[in-house]
C-alpha cells in the first residue's frame, strides 16, 4: 500500500467519523452483548468452582443412623481416592441472638481439611467458646455479639454442648451454603435461619454425626466426567460407611448385651444371698428359741444356785450351754439392685444400622447454581444473537453504501494504475480497523460490565466471593471472525463487484435509481387525499427497498428487545402481587407447637371464629415423577372451605375442584418442569421414605414456592395415621392491621412461627429488585443498539440522497421543511419497525422466559400492555431524537459543493 | 439603480491553510428583462458569481444587490427565503428529484412559493405536456433540463439563472434548450443570467460579462442580437 493510499484511507476515517464510529460502535455492542453474556455462566461456574476447591468442598458426606466413632476418620482416609476425611457435628438448635430473636441454626463443628471456610471478617475460634456466624445472613455488627443456647431446646440436646453461649468472633462463608437456603428442620417453623461453626472442643460428644469426605480429583462443576467419578467410588464408601456403623452398632449392643448380662448375674446373686438369708434366718430363729428355752432353764435353776445348791451337773450343762450358745449373728442385708440395673433393663439394642453417602448433588446449594446460572445462559442463548444480527445488518449496509458512493473514486484510482488488491485494502483497512477496534473494546467491556453486575444481582442469593474472570479464547475467536466476516467480508464482497467493473465505467456515474409508483398510487381514493410532501415519502420508503428492510428489521429490533426488557421485568415483578392478590388471599400463616384439634383457643380468645381461619397439615414431602424429584411441601387439607382462604385455580383462572382420595393438585411450575398433566401419576415421598402415590387432578396458579395438595384420607390411606395438623390460614378482621395481629399471635406460648403475607411480598418484590439490573442492562442495550442503528441508517439515508437535499435546499426550502421532507420518512420507517418489534418483542419475551428458571418463584409469562406502549414509544422517541440531531448534518450539506459534480 | 448589481464583490475560499481567491473586485450589473451571458475559461469565478447571486453562497467583501434588496448582507434564514420566492436555478447536471415525475417536480419547487405559475401550464410551454407523469428516468437529458428549467419557473422568480445549461447536452438539445430560456426571457420579461464557456452563444444574448481569473474583463451590451437559431458553433 502506498504512503498516498494510506494518507487517502486515514483521511477517509477522518472525514467520515461518524459513520466510521457507527461501524466502530455497533460490533462493539454487538460483540461486548455477546461475549459477555455468553461469557457470565462460564465466569459464575468458575467463580463457585474456584470457591469450592480453595474450600475443599466435600464430595460425599458420610451419615449414618449411629454416627461414626472418632476413629472411623482414620479408617474412610484410607479408602481408595480419598484425599482428606473429616468428621463433624452438625446440630439444629434453638438460639437467642443478642437483640432477643430466636431463630434456629444448624450449628456444625470446625473442620481443618474438608469443606473449610472463607473467613469474611474477624477471626477464626482460639477457645471453644466461640463461634464464626454466618455471613451472608448476619452482618458483621454481629462480631462480638453473643450467641445463646436456647431453654426450650431438649435437654438431651443442650447436654451436647459444653457451654450454653457462645461469642461471635468471626464471619465465615462456607461452600455447604453458596445458597440462602439453609435446609429443613424439625424445630421452630421447620426452616433453619442460619449457620454458625464452634470448635469441636465445644460439643460434649464423643462420636461424629457425619464424615465429610473430598476425593482426589477436581472437575469442571456439573460435568459428566465427575458425576460419573463420584458414582465409581459411591458404593465403596456406602459400604465402609455401613460396615463403620455396623461394628459401632455392634459394639454398643454388645455393650447392652454385656450390661444386660451383668444386671442379669446381680439379680440371680441377690436371688442366691435371699434364700441364704432366709436359710439364716431359721437358724437364728433356731438359736433364738434355743436361747429362750436355756435362758428360761437357766432363770429357773438361777435361784438355787444363787442360794448355793449345788446343782447335778447335767443341769449345770445348761448354763454351759447357754454360755457356749452363740451370739445372734447379725443379719446380713438383702443387696439392692442398682438404680441404673432399671436403665440398663429399660436399654434397647440398636437397630441395624443405615449408612448414606450423599453426594454434591444432595446440596441446595450446588443443585441450585446449576439450573439458576442457567437463567444467564438461558439469556445468552437469544440475546446475543439477535444483537449480532442487526449489528451485521447494518455493518453490512453501511459498508456497502460506502464502496457504492466511492465507485468513481475507485475508478480515479485504477484509471491510475493502482491493483486492485491496494484498493481493495483502503476499503478493508477501513473497515477492518473499525471493526477490530469495535470487537476489542466491546469484548473487553462485554466480559468484564455483564458478568459483574450479572453476578451482583446474584449476591442476592449466592455468596461464594468476588467472580472470577474466565477468558475464553473460543468466545474470543468467535466474536472476532464474525465481527470480521461482518465488516470485512461484506466490503470485500461489495468491493468485488466494483473492482471488476472497467474504471472508465466507475468514472461515469452509476444511474440513479429509477422512480416507481408504489402501490398506495393506485388506490387514488387515498393517494389523493396525502399531501404532496408526504406522497414523496411514502414513495422514496417504498422505493428503497433494502433501506427499507434494513431499517424495519433494526427499529423492530430494538423495539422487541426493549419489550423482552420490560417483560422480563413485569413478569417478574408481578409474581408476589398476583400471589397475594389472587392466588394465597389468606392474610398469615401461623404454624401451633401443638397439634390443634378443631379451634385454636387463642384466636377464638382473639375474637375470630372458625370462619376467620383454616386447619391443615402442612408437610415437606419430595415430588417424585419419572423426570425427577423435587422437595416441596404438601398441604393436606381436610376442610371443604379451603377456597376461602387460597384460590385453587389453573392459569386461565378457572377454578379447580378440591381433590379428592388419591388425587392431587400441583402447582404449574411443577407441572411445566416435569412435564406433568392432568391424570399423570406421581409420587409423595415423606422423609421417612414412605410414599404416597397419587392422580393428578388439577394444575394450579402459584408462585410462590411448590406445593402439592392433597385430602387427608389420601395421607390416612397410604400412612395409616392423618397427618398433625400444626398450620393455620387466618384472614383478619377488615381494618385490622395484620403486623399486630401477627405481632399478637405470636406472643402465645402455642404459637411457633407466623408468616405475613403482606411481609413475604414486600421480601420478594426486593429480591426481585436485583433481577432488575439485568433488566436495565437489557433496556440500555436495546437502546444502544437503537441509538446506532438509527443514526447509521440516517446518516446512510442522508449521504445516499445527498444531491436532493441540496436541490431542495436551493429551491428554497427552510431547515425545518428540509428536516421534514428528509425525516418524515425515517420517522414511518421508524414507527412501522416498532409495530413490526411488538409481536416480535411478545416471541423474543416468551422464549426469554423459557430459558429463564429460579427456585421457588414461578415467573408468569406476560408483558404489560403498558410496556407494549413504552417499548413503542421508547424507539419512535429514540428515532425521533437521533434525526434531529442529525438536524445539523442536513443543515451543514452544502449546496454548491454537493450540486457541482456528478457524484 | 439596476435591476442587479455587484459592488467590488470579492470572495476567498479557505481550504485548510491555503486561502483560495475566486473573486476579486468584481462589478457589474444586469438591467430587469435582459438576457445576460457570462463567458470565461474553466476555474474564472463563473460559478462562484452565480452563486452567490443566486443565494446559495455567501460574498467575502462587496455588495450585492437584487431589485433593490442587498442580498449580500442576508441571513442565512433570509438567504432561503430569498432563494424561495425571488430566484429560480437551472443546473448542468438538472438535479431533479429522481422520485418525483416530471410534474411532481416542478410541484415540488412550486408548492412553497408565494404565487407559482401552475405546473402543467409550465410544463406544456416547455413541451412536455406528454411527459408529464414520467419519472426522469423516463425521460432524455434535454428533456430532464427543461423539466429543470420548468420547475425554476414555476417558481416565479424575479430570475432565472442557469449554470451551464448546455453542457450535459448535445448540440440540437442544447439548442432548444437555450431557446428556450430566451424566448422565456422576451416573452415574460424575465431577467436570465446563464453561464457558459461557449464564446458563441455571446451573440444571442442583450448583456455579455466576461469573467477571468476572479475579475470581470469586460462588460458590454450586445448591439446586434441574434437569434439562437442562427447561431452555430
Ligand atoms: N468550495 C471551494 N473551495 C475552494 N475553492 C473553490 C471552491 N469553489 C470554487 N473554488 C475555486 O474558485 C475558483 C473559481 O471557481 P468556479 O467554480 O467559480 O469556476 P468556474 O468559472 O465556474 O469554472 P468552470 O467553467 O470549470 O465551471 C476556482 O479556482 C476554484 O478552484
Ligand atoms: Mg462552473
Redesign the pocket.
Known amino acids: 500500500m502506498s504512503k498516498r493510499l494510506l494518507q487517502s484511507t486515514l483521511r477517509e476515517i477522518r472525514n467520515s467519523l461518524g459513520r466510521y464510529i457507527a461501524i466502530m460502535a455497533i460490533i462493539a455492542i454487538g460483540v461486548g452483548f455477546f461475549a459477555g453474556l455468553k461469557n457470565t455462566q462460564p465466569d459464575m461456574l468458575a467463580t463457585i468452582k474456584h470457591f469450592y476447591e480453595k474450600t475443599n468442598f466435600h464430595d460425599y458426606r458420610l451419615v449414618s443412623t449411629i454416627g461414626f466413632d472418632k476413629e472411623s476418620v482414620d479408617a474412610i482416609a484410607q479408602l481408595p481416592e480419598c484425599n482428606a476425611a473429616c468428621g463433624s457435628i452438625v446440630l439444629d438448635a434453638l438460639v437467642t441472638l443478642e437483640e432477643g430473636r430466636g431463630i434456629v441454626m444448624k450449628v456444625h463443628s470446625l473442620t481443618e481439611t474438608v469443606d473449610a471456610l472463607e473467613l469474611v471478617a474477624g477471626r477464626y475460634p482460639q477457645n471453644p467458646n466461640e463461634c464464626v456466624l454466618d455471613s451472608y445472613v448476619f452482618s458483621d455488627e454481629m462480631l462480638g455479639q453473643t450467641i445463646v443456647l436456647a431453654e426450650n431446646n431438649e435437654e438431651e440436646l443442650l447436654e451436647k454442648f459444653v457451654y450454653d453461649s457462645f461469642t461471635v468472633v468471626g464471619m465465615v462463608t462456607s461452600p455447604v451454603y453458596i445458597q440462602y437456603e439453609r435446609g429443613n428442620t424439625p424445630l421452630g417453623r421447620g426452616v433453619v435461619d442460619a449457620y454458625m461453626l464452634i470448635p469441636e472442643d465445644a460439643f460434649d460428644m464423643d462420636y461424629y454425626t457425619e464424615i465429610d469426605v473430598k476425593l482426589n480429583q477436581n472437575f469442571e462443576l456439573y460435568d459428566d466426567a465427575y458425576k460419573n467419578y463420584v458414582d465409581e467410588y459411591e458404593e465403596t464408601y456406602k459400604s465402609a460407611a455401613l460396615t463403620l456403623a455396623q461394628e459401632r452398632t455392634d459394639r454398643f449392643n454388645d455393650e447392652i448385651r454385656e450390661a444386660k448380662q451383668e444386671v442379669e448375674d446381680a439379680r440371680t446373686q441377690i436371688e442366691d444371698a435371699k434364700a441364704q438369708i432366709e436359710e439364716a434366718k431359721k437358724q437364728i430363729e433356731e438359736l433364738e428359741k434355743t436361747r429362750a428355752e436355756l435362758e428360761e432353764a437357766a432363770a429357773k435353776l438361777q435361784p438355787y444356785l444363787d442360794m448355793g445348791y449345788p446343782l447335778p451337773p447335767e443341769q449345770m450343762a445348761v448354763f454351759t450351754a447357754l454360755e457356749q450358745l452363740p451370739e445372734t449373728p447379725e443379719l446380713p442385708e438383702i443387696p439392692e439392685l442398682p438404680e441404673e440395673a432399671k436403665e440398663v433393663d429399660e436399654l434397647e439394642y440398636f437397630e441395624e444400622p443405615q449408612a448414606y453417602v450423599l453426594g454434591r448433588d444432595t446440596n441446595i446449594g450446588y443443585v441450585c447454581f446449576e439450573s439458576d446460572s442457567g437463567i444467564v445462559d438461558g439469556i445468552a442463548n437469544v440475546f446475543p444473537i439477535f444483537f449480532f444480527a442487526v449489528a451485521a445488518l447494518v455493518c453490512v449496509t453501511t459498508m456497502n453504501r460506502m464502496v457504492e458512493e466511492q465507485r468513481t473514486q475507485i475508478g480515479v484510482l485504477k484509471a491510475l494504475g493502482y491493483g486492485d488488491g491496494a484498493i481493495l485494502f483502503k476499503y478493508l483497512f477501513y473497515a477492518g480497523s473499525a471493526a477490530l477496534i469495535g470487537c476489542v473494546g466491546g469484548y473487553c467491556l462485554g466480559t468484564w460490565m455483564f458478568p459483574k453486575a450479572i453476578w451482583y444481582a446474584y449476591g442476592m442469593m449466592y455468596n461464594a466471593g468476588p467472580l472470577v474472570f474466565v477468558f475464553s479464547w473460543k468466545l474470543a475467536v468467535i466474536s472476532l471472525v464474525v465481527a470480521m466476516l461482518c465488516s470485512m467480508g461484506i466490503t470485500f464482497l461489495s468491493c468485488r463487484v466494483q473492482l471488476t467493473e472497467r474504471a472508465a465505467m466507475l468514472m461515469r456515474p452509476k444511474a440513479p435509481k429509477a422512480g416507481k409508483r408504489i402501490f398506495l398510487e393506485y388506490i387514488p381514493f387515498l393517494w389523493n387525499h396525502i399531501g404532496f410532501l408526504k406522497k414523496v415519502s411514502f414513495r422514496n420508503i417504498f422505493r428503497y427497498k433494502r433501506r427499507f428492510f434494513m431499517m424495519v428489521l433494526g427499529i423492530s429490533g430494538c423495539t422487541a428487545l426493549l419489550i423482552a426488557g420490560f417483560g422480563i421485568k413485569d413478569s417478574i415483578a408481578g409474581v408476589a402481587n398476583m400471589q397475594y392478590d389472587r392466588v394465597a388471599i389468606y392474610d398469615m400463616g401461623i404454624t401451633t407447637k401443638d397439634e390443634v384439634e378443631n379451634e385454636f383457643p387463642l384466636l377464638q380468645e382473639m375474637g375470630y371464629t372458625r370462619d376467620d381461619y383454616f386447619v391443615f397439615a402442612e408437610n415437606s414431602m419430595d415430588l417424585v415423577t419419572e423426570e425427577g424429584s423435587k422437595s416441596l411441601y404438601v398441604a393436606t387439607l381436610t376442610e371443604d372451605k379451603f377456597d376461602q382462604f387460597y384460590s385453587l385455580h389453573t392459569l386461565k383462572q378457572e377454578p379447580i375442584a378440591f381433590p379428592k382420595k388419591g388425587e392431587a393438585v400441583v402447582n404449574c411450575r411443577m407441572a411445566e418442569q416435569f412435564h406433568l398433566s392432568v391424570g399423570d401419576q406421581v409420587i409423595l415421598r415423606t422423609d421417612a421414605l414412605q410414599e404416597i402415590p397419587v392422580t393428578i387432578s388439577g394444575i394450579n396458579e402459584n408462585f410462590v414456592y411448590n406445593y402439592v395438595y392433597i385430602a387427608e384420607e389420601t395421607y390416612v390411606d397410604t400412612l395409616g395415621k392423618a397427618p398433625q395438623r400444626k398450620n393455620i390460614y387466618l384472614k383478619a378482621h377488615e381494618g385490622e392491621d395484620v403486623r399486630e395481629v401477627s405481632a399478637s399471635i405470636l406472643e402465645s406460648e402455642d404459637v411457633a412461627t407466623v408468616s405475613v403475607n403482606e411481609e413475604t411480598r414486600e421480601r420478594i418484590n426486593t429480591m426481585m429488585v436485583s433481577m432488575n439490573i439485568i433488566v436495565y442492562i437489557v433496556i440500555a442495550c436495546a437502546a444502544a443498539l437503537a441509538f446506532v442503528v438509527l443514526y447509521n441508517l440516517t446518516n446512510i439515508n442522508i449521504t445516499e440522497r445527498i444531491r436532493e437535499i441540496a436541490t431542495i435546499k436551493v429551491l428554497g426550502f427552510f431547515q425545518r421543511e428540509t428536516c421534514a421532507y428528509v425525516f418524515r420518512e425515517n420517522l414511518i420507517l421508524a414507527v412501522i419497525g416498532a409495530f413490526v418489534g411488538l409481536p416480535l418483542g411478545k416471541l423474543l419475551h416468551a422464549f426469554i422466559m423459557a430459558n429463564i428458571r429460579v427456585d421457588l418463584i414461578t415467573f408468569a409469562v406476560y408483558v404489560k400492555p403498558i410496556s407494549y406502549i413504552f417499548a413503542f414509544l421508547f424507539t419512535v422517541v429514540f428515532a425521533a431524537l437521533v434525526n434531529f440531531s442529525m438536524g445539523g448534518k442536513l443543515d451543514r450539506v452544502?449546496m454548491?459543493?454537493s450540486l457541482?459534480s456528478v457524484d | 439603480m439596476s435591476f442587479v448589481s455587484f459592488e467590488h464583490v470579492g470572495?476567498t475560499?479557505?481550504?485548510g491553510e491555503v486561502d483560495?481567491?475566486?473573486?476579486n473586485d468584481v462589478n457589474f450589473s444586469v438591467e430587469q428583462g435582459e438576457f445576460c451571458i457570462i463567458v470565461?475559461?474553466?476555474?474564472?469565478?463563473?460559478?462562484?458569481?452565480?452563486?452567490i447571486l443566486g443565494g446559495m453562497?455567501t460574498v467575502s467583501e462587496g455588495k450585492v444587490f437584487l431589485d433593490g434588496n442587498e442580498i449580500s448582507s442576508y441571513k442565512k434564514k433570509q438567504l432561503t427565503g430569498y432563494r424561495r420566492y425571488d430566484v429560480g436555478f437551472v443546473f448542468?447536471f438538472y438535479n431533479l428529484v429522481q422520485n418525483l415525475t416530471a410534474k411532481e417536480n416542478v410541484e415540488l419547487a412550486a408548492q412553497i412559493c408565494k404565487n407559482p405559475l401552475p405546473a402543467e401550464e409550465v410544463l406544456k410551454e416547455v413541451g412536455l405536456s406528454e411527459r408529464m407523469n414520467n419519472f426522469p428516468s423516463q425521460l432524455s437529458g434535454g428533456e430532464q433540463q427543461r423539466v429543470a428549467i420548468a420547475r425554476a419557473l414555476a417558481k416565479n422568480p424575479k430570475i432565472l439563472l442557469c449554470?451551464?445549461p448546455t453542457g450535459a447536452l448535445d448540440y440540437v438539445t442544447g439548442k432548444a434548450v437555450l431557446k428556450l430560456l430566451q424566448d422565456t426571457c422576451r416573452k415574460k420579461g424575465k431577467t436570465v443570467i446563464v453561464?457558459t464557456?461557449n464564446q458563441a452563444l455571446t451573440a444571442m444574448a442583450d448583456r455579455i460579462i466576461t469573467?477571468k481569473s476572479?475579475t470581470i474583463t469586460d462588460m458590454r451590451k450586445n448591439a446586434s442580437i441574434v437569434d439562437v437559431e442562427d447561431i452555430d458553433w
Open positions: 452544502n454548491t459543493e457541482k | 470572495k475560499y479557505h481550504t483560495i481567491k475566486a473573486l470565461g475559461a474553466s476555474g474564472a469565478g463563473k460559478t462562484t458569481i452565480l452563486n453562497d448542468q449554470d451551464e453561464i464557456h469573467v476572479g
